[in-house]
Structures are given as C-alpha cells and as structure tokens.
C-alpha cells in the first residue's frame, strides 16, 4: 500500500535559519503530493501541493519539488519566522482520492 | 473561503450517548467524502469511504457499526459516534472530493473535536 515517511520531530530553528523537512513516499502510480500545516487546536490548511514529477509547489516562502527518481517532496523555506511554528504533514493522495499521511514534522521557531 | 464545513467544531459529550457529526461541501457536489481521524499529536488516519447513495467502506479496523456513516446528498455526509466512550475522543476530519467547476477537487474540512467524559 501507500506510505509516506517524514522526518522525526520536533525540529527547533532560531527565526531567519534555513528549514528542510524530508518526505518520502512509496506509492502505486502517480499519486499528488501534499504539504499541511495545523496550528495548535486548528484543522489542516493546504499549504503547497504538486500533482506531477518535477512540479514544485510553493507558498508563503515555501518550497517543494516532486521528484520522482527519488520518490521525495522535501519542504524547504530560506528563512522561518516565529509564525511558523506548527506541525507539518506530508501526504499523498492516490487515483481514488485517498489521502496518507506521514506522522507529522512539529516545527518550534525561536525568536 | 472554506468550501468544506462541519459541524459542530466541537462537542463534549458523556459515555454512552450518541454523537453526530456533520461535513458539507457548500459549493460543489462531493460524490466521494472521506472521513479521518487524528488521536493527540498523531497523524490522520483514514476511517472509511462513501459515495453518495452508496454505502461506505470502511478502513481495516474500524467498527462500523460504531462510525455510522451516512452520504445521502451531493453535499453532506455525516459521521455518528454511536454509544461514544472516552477512547473515541478525537479529532475528525471531513474531506470532500468533487467537480468545482470543471476541475476535479478535494478539500479537508476544519475538523471536530469530540471529547468524551
């Protein structure tokens, strides 16, 4: 079946600092490929996505390219801000519509 | 603006009753809805599937005779926690997935928190 593997949390940064957030997946297909941010009690939003190889998704500063010799879609940011701490997901969407997830990034940026 | 609602946003509830859960799509027809569910500072796990007028298919695992779910129109599916218990405490997320338009889309709605006592 489906999967998707991320990096292992929780990742500090000071606020400027470079972010990488790995993502693999493996997948039957093509799937699209997703990035979600959740704040603190809040739902999911949409942050970037990508629906074919090579494609990058980008967002707010956010980074993203589908690669699909690598099966990888790392979130990227050249410099976080404190309003970027959350909990990051990665996540594929198969043919059918059904999302995986991976476990969640929980970013913390200090000031 | 969002395009996937549900309600409530949250709800409190004691063991053994019942809870509803509302998603509805409010400007395209959702003739797939996904229903998931995330434990504290946990991924999102997919529960079932269900196509309007169909009934749904439910993940590995999960009781559907517990989840009861329920895809009647085009734009609401509703998720009912039937005799809830403590460890039914979540969040639970919609997702609906349709024609806007003439592009194929899909959208998380905000999520319920149901906690029970």
């Known amino acids: 079946g489906n999967s998707v593997t991320q990096m292992e949390g929780p990742v500090t940064l000071s606020e400027e600092a470079f972010l990488t957030i790995n993502c693999t997946y493996t997948?039957?297909?093509?799937?699209?490929l997703f990035w979600y941010v959740q704040y603190p009690g809040e739902g999911l939003q949409l942050l970037l996505k990508?629906?074919?190889?090579?494609d990058k998704g980008s967002n707010k500063g956010f980074e993203a390219t589908y690669r699909k010799e690598t099966t990888s879609f790392h979130l990227e940011k050249g410099s976080v801000q404190v309003s970027d701490s959350a909990v990051y997901f990665c996540?594929?969407?198969?043919?059918?519509?059904?999302?995986?997830f991976g476990d969640g990034t929980t970013l913390t940026v200090k000031p | 603006g969002a395009v996937v609602s549900q309600h409530p946003s949250r709800v409190i509830c004691k063991s053994g009753t019942s809870v509803k859960i509302e998603c509805r799509s409010l400007?395209?027809?959702?003739?797939?809805m996904f229903w998931y569910r995330q434990f504290p500072k946990q991924s999102l796990m997919l529960m079932a599937t269900?196509?309007?007028?169909?009934?749904?298919?439910?993940e590995q695992g999960v009781e559907k005779d517990k989840f009861l779910i329920n895809h009647a129109s085009l734009t609401l599916s509703t998720l009912t926690v039937t005799s809830a218990h403590p460890e039914d405490s979540s969040f639970y997320i919609c997702?609906?997935?349709?024609?806007?338009?003439?592009?194929?889309?899909?959208?998380f709605g905000p999520g319920t928190r149901l906690t029970v006592l």
């Open positions: 990508a629906t074919k190889a090579d």
């Open positions: 996540a594929l969407r198969g043919w059918e519509g059904k999302s995986t």
């Open positions: 997702s609906a997935r349709g024609r806007r338009g003439n592009t194929d889309t899909q959208y």
């Open positions: 997948a039957t297909g093509y799937p699209s």
């Open positions: 400007d395209f027809q959702a003739t797939t």
């Open positions: 269900s196509n309007e007028g169909s009934k749904a298919t439910y």
